[in-house]
């Protein structure tokens, strides 16, 4: 199995799902994190990755880690600073579309969205409240890009579009699609040489349907439009992913592979939940599994079984505890006060 593992985590594309399987691989095989300075789960984002950011990190004597995978904006030369040069990068992507209207309810005190009343009314004169020299526009357009290290307000001509999709393809190695998440689960375990369990998850930092907002045609065609570098990116991605799929793997044995991925997760879903799937913020237990609530997003988590064995209660803990509780707790365990 690989160990030294790149993964640009994207906003809003099921990637806290992806951390979870990250944490629980590191976990289990002992691995070092490049956490940031002092904790949190922000490598001093939105600047762009810089090695020294990284706790435990000098220029004098730089130590590698094997799992680089806490927010930041891409920086390659940066990155090779704190990882081994033989690492496996890669990312995620999801529709844009669906994207900025996940990102309008999540980042709501953004600049640009904070004065709009709908998602509606700021696309109809997006100017009117967008910003290009606001501290936190990237929320509002193009974020994807914005992740991968480009300049979400920099022209979209077929040149400079080309030139993008050629650096991130010759950055990483895999590139993941959230709205098929479990045939992306079965490419990156593939690719990884790690076994089923090690990428089996349940879907974590996920809104309650109830604060979704139904988009029209017109709404939709306005986000691609205001969202090109990012629509790009994903429309090129999308294809790439089936073609390897197609090459790599074939269909047949994809959907077996995905049908296998599933069943198990429905194993564990019965072993693991009260009532096999996720619950309101409010209806949650036990408050140490309650995911940060953020914007107008009304985040979803999990309640376990009670009277589980301590080793069952342990492997599901880990599969629903939330992004910011388990990285804190692999920090402290990580950077843990040696006695004198």
């Known amino acids: 199995p690989k160990t030294d593992i790149v993964f640009l985590k994207v906003h809003k594309s099921a990637s806290s799902t992806v951390m979870n399987i990250l944490f629980r691989f590191g976990e289990t095989h002992n691995l070092t994190f490049a956490f940031p300075l002092g904790g949190g789960n922000q490598l001093f984002y939105p600047h762009h990755f810089l090695a020294r950011f990284v706790q435990g990190f000098t220029a004098r004597s730089p130590r590698r880690f094997n799992i680089l995978c806490h927010h930041?904006?891409?920086?390659?030369?940066?990155?090779?600073?704190?990882?081994?040069?033989?690492?496996?990068?890669?990312?995620i992507l999801r529709n844009p579309v669906q994207l900025m209207e996940s990102s309008f309810a999540y980042y709501k005190g953004a600049a640009a969205f904070s004065r709009a009343r709908s998602l509606e009314e700021f696309l109809r004169q997006p100017y009117h409240y967008y910003s290009p020299t606001d501290g936190d526009r990237h929320y509002a357009k193009n974020l994807m890009a914005f992740d991968f290290g480009f300049n979400p307000d920099g022209e979209v001509s077929a040149e400079r579009v080309q030139l993008m999709l050629k650096a991130i393809e010759a950055s990483f190695d895999l590139i993941l699609i959230s709205e098929y998440f479990d045939e992306s689960?079965?490419?990156?375990?593939?690719m990884l040489c790690w076994d089923l369990d090690s990428i089996v998850s349940f879907p974590l930092n996920i809104r309650d349907s109830s604060t979704k907002s139904h988009l029209s045609d017109d709404i939709v065609e306005k986000i691609k439009d205001w969202n090109r570098l990012d629509w790009e990116i994903y429309t090129h991605f999308n294809r790439t992913f089936w073609e390897r799929i197609d090459r790599d793997f074939g269909r047949e044995r994809m959907q077996r592979e995905v049908r296998v991925l599933r069943e198990r997760q429905a194993e564990l879903a019965?072993?693991?939940?009260?009532?096999?799937?996720?619950?309101?913020?409010?209806?949650?237990?036990?408050?140490?599994?309650?995911?940060?609530?953020?914007?107008?997003?009304?985040?979803l988590g999990y309640n376990l079984k009670q009277g589980l064995d301590k080793e069952t209660e342990r492997m599901c803990r880990r599969l629903v505890t939330p992004e910011l509780q388990y990285s804190s707790a692999l920090y402290k365990k990580q950077f843990a006060q040696k006695p004198p």
């Open 72 to 91: 930041m904006r891409f920086l390659q030369p940066e990155v090779q600073k704190v990882v081994s040069s033989s690492a496996i990068y890669f990312s």
């Open 185 to 190: 689960m079965v490419l990156l375990k593939e």
């Open 270 to 299: 019965r072993t693991c939940l009260q009532g096999m799937g996720s619950v309101a913020p409010k209806d949650i237990k036990d408050s140490s599994l309650r995911p940060l609530q953020h914007g107008n997003a009304k985040i």
